[in-house]
T-cell receptor, first 114, second 114 residues
Framework: GQNIDQPTEMTATEGAIVQINCTYQ??????LFWYQQHAGEAPTFLSY????GLEEKGRFSSFLSRSKGYSYLLLKELQMKDSASYLC???????????????FGGGTRVLVKP | EAQVTQNPRYLITVTGKKLTVTCSQN?????MSWYRQDPGLGLRQIYY???????DKGDVPEGYKVSRKEKRNFPLILESPSPNQTSLYFC?????????????FGPGTRLTVL
């Protein structure tokens, strides 16, 4: 089984930087996803990390440390439209289908203020 | 346009009245999955399918059924809905095999069982 923890809510100012942490405990780690979800809408893919280190994609970056069971999502130059929930999800296992199974944390709601 | 569609988007029903939520994808994905999303609990997997006629239970399958007669469709069936199945439901799909395959989510179905 898996246990995935992330803060419930964070508030930041437009133009600032926010870091959303995610810790996980898993029996067979196979990668970590970050998804963005605006209220009432579908989650959309942001990033995938399977190796240690930082992956940068525009204003968003994601970091992974497998030895620590830790990831973070960094949002730079915050914009009002970044107000959303950010979902950390882990895949585990060696079976084909298991590689597609996502186990989600509870999500972090980010509120960007002017 | 590549997409996952769900119908209906909103449904209010009564306890015990059988219902079906449809899900369809046009990306030729092998893997399809149903999730429910509840406040504080995040997204939890109900059922998944690796291909036509291949389905299996996720983490919270009780009270649900699925079928996969065609590759593009993966309906969710509630034979006798109960109030604890009031939730926001998402269908998702992806290619099978690699752990990093992005899952594409449908727009969601908000179900209320009275």
């Amino acid at each position: 089984g898996q246990n995935i923890d992330q803060p419930t809510e964070m508030t930041a100012t437009e133009g600032a930087i926010v870091q959303i942490n995610c810790t996980y405990q898993t029996s067979g780690f196979n990668g970590l996803f970050w998804y963005q979800q605006h209220a009432g809408e579908a989650p959309t893919f942001l990033s995938y990390n399977v190796l240690d280190g930082l992956e940068e994609k525009g204003r968003f970056s994601s970091f992974l440390s497998r030895s620590k069971g830790y990831s973070y999502l960094l949002l730079k130059e915050l914009q009002m439209k970044d107000s959303a929930s950010y979902l950390c999800a882990v895949t585990e296992g060696l079976l084909k289908a298991a590689g597609n199974k996502l186990t989600f944390g509870g999500g972090t709601r980010v509120l960007v203020k002017p | 346009e590549a997409q996952v569609t769900q119908n209906p988007r909103y449904l209010i029903t009564v306890t015990g009245k059988k219902l079906t939520v449809t899900c369809s994808q046009n990306m030729n994905h092998e893997y399809m999955s149903w999730y429910r999303q509840d406040p504080g609990l995040g997204l939890r997997q109900i059922y998944y399918s690796m291909n036509v006629e291949v389905t299996d239970k996720g983490d919270v399958p009780e009270g649900y059924k699925v079928s996969r007669k065609e590759k593009r469709n993966f309906p969710l069936i509630l034979e006798s809905p109960s109030p604890n199945q009031t939730s926001l439901y998402f269908c998702a799909s992806s290619f099978l095999g690699q752990a990093g395959n992005e899952q594409f989510f449908g727009p969601g179905t908000r179900l209320t069982v009275l």
